[in-house]
C-alpha cells in the first residue's frame, strides 16, 4: 500500500511488470518503487516511470479493456498463418505520422476494407485499384489489392526494394490489406508493410497514426533513407487523402435526413465490418 503525491492511498500486487520480481519490502518512503531485478522503476500512483535498455524492443502490442477478452492469439485466428511468409518478425518500424481526423474511428476501417473509392478519392494518387476478398478465421478481415508490384510506393515510382524472399504464391499477387479488429489495419505488401491504428476520441473524432515497417535487410542497404522516401511520402499523402474525404462523410452523417444506401458488391468487408460490430453490442 502506498500513499500517492495527491494524498490518495492505493493497493498494489507486490510484483514488476517486467518478469514478476517483487518491488517492495517493509514500510519506509520513497518517491518511486525500483525493481531490484533490472531496475524498472514506478511512480507511487503505480504508473511506470523508466524500463533501462527498452527502446529496441520488439513487436506490436494490443490491449484489451475486457477482463473476459480471450487470448490475442484465438482472437487473430489465421491471420499469422496467413501472413507468415513475410515474416514480420523480421521487419523494423522506420516511420510513423499521427494525424487528428473529424470522423468516426469506424468510417477509417470500413474505407481501409475496400478498394472501391480508389478510382475517385486516390485518381491523381493511386488510381482505381482491383480487389478481391479472402476467407478468414478469427477477429480479422481480409481484401487483396491485385498486383504484380508493390502498390507501397506511387504508380509512377518504380518501389526500390526487392520482394521479400520466400513470399509464398499467394502473397505475391498483391497487397494484403486487413482489419484487426476493432480498430487496427496492416498492410502487408511485397517488399513491406505498413499499419494504421485508429483511437476514438468522441463519437466524431479520432486520432489515425500510421507507420511503415521494412525488412532487416532493406536496412542495412546504405541508401535505405533515400529509397524509403517514396513509401512515407506515399503512405501519409494517401492517408491524409482518407481523411479528408472521411470528414465530409461524418459532416453529412449527421444530418437527421440521412438514412443508409445500398451497398455494392465491393462494400462486402464494410457489411462485415457493421455486423461484427452489432455482434458486439449484443442484444
Known amino acids: 500500500m502506498i500513499r500517492g503525491s495527491d494524498g490518495v492511498l492505493r493497493a498494489f500486487a507486490n510484483f514488476c511488470r517486467h518478469r514478476g520480481s517483487t518491488l517492495a519490502e517493509g514500510q519506509g518512503n520513497a518517491s518511486r518503487l525500483v525493481c531490484p531485478y533490472h531496475a524498472w522503476s514506478y511512480f507511487a500512483d503505480g504508473c511506470l516511470y523508466g524500463c533501462p535498455d527498452m527502446e529496441d524492443s520488439e513487436g506490436f502490442v494490443f490491449l484489451t479493456y475486457h477482463p473476459d477478452t480471450p487470448p490475442l492469439l484465438d482472437h487473430l485466428g489465421d491471420l499469422p498463418d496467413r501472413m ?11 516511420w510513423s505520422v499521427t494525424i487528428e481526423a473529424m470522423r468516426n474511428w469506424k468510417l477509417l476501417l470500413e474505407n481501409a476494407m475496400e ?5 475517385t478519392v486516390h485518381r491523381e494518387s493511386l488510381v482505381a485499384q482491383v480487389s478481391r476478398t479472402l476467407p478468414t478465421k478469427g477477429n480479422w478481415l481480409c481484401i487483396q489489392v491485385l498486383s504484380d508490384r508493390c502498390i507501397a510506393t506511387l504508380p509512377d515510382q518504380a518501389p526500390p526494394f526487392s520482394p521479400i524472399t520466400g513470399l509464398d504464391d499467394d502473397a505475391r499477387l498483391g497487397t494484403y490489406f486487413t ?4 480498430s487496427s489495419q496492416f498492410a502487408l505488401a511485397q517488399d513491406c508493410l505498413w499499419w494504421l491504428n485508429v483511437l476514438p476520441l468522441a463519437h466524431s473524432r479520432s486520432r489515425l497514426e500510421i507507420g511503415g515497417c521494412f525488412p532487416e535487410a532493406a536496412l542495412a542497404d546504405p541508401d535505405f533513407n533515400a529509397k524509403a522516401t517514396p513509401y512515407c511520402d506515399r503512405w501519409e499523402m494517401v492517408g491524409r487523402e482518407d481523411v479528408a474525404i472521411l470528414e465530409r462523410q461524418q459532416q453529412a452523417l449527421s444530418s437527421v435526413l440521412y438514412r443508409p444506401g445500398p451497398l455494392s458488391h465491393r462494400d462486402d468487408m464494410v457489411q462485415a465490418l457493421g455486423l461484427w460490430v452489432l455482434d458486439q453490442l449484443g442484444e
Open 84 to 94: 507468415v511468409s513475410h515474416r514480420v518478425a523480421e521487419m523494423r518500424t522506420t
Open 115 to 119: 478498394a472501391y473509392h480508389t478510382g
Open 179 to 182: 482489419a484487426v479488429l476493432p
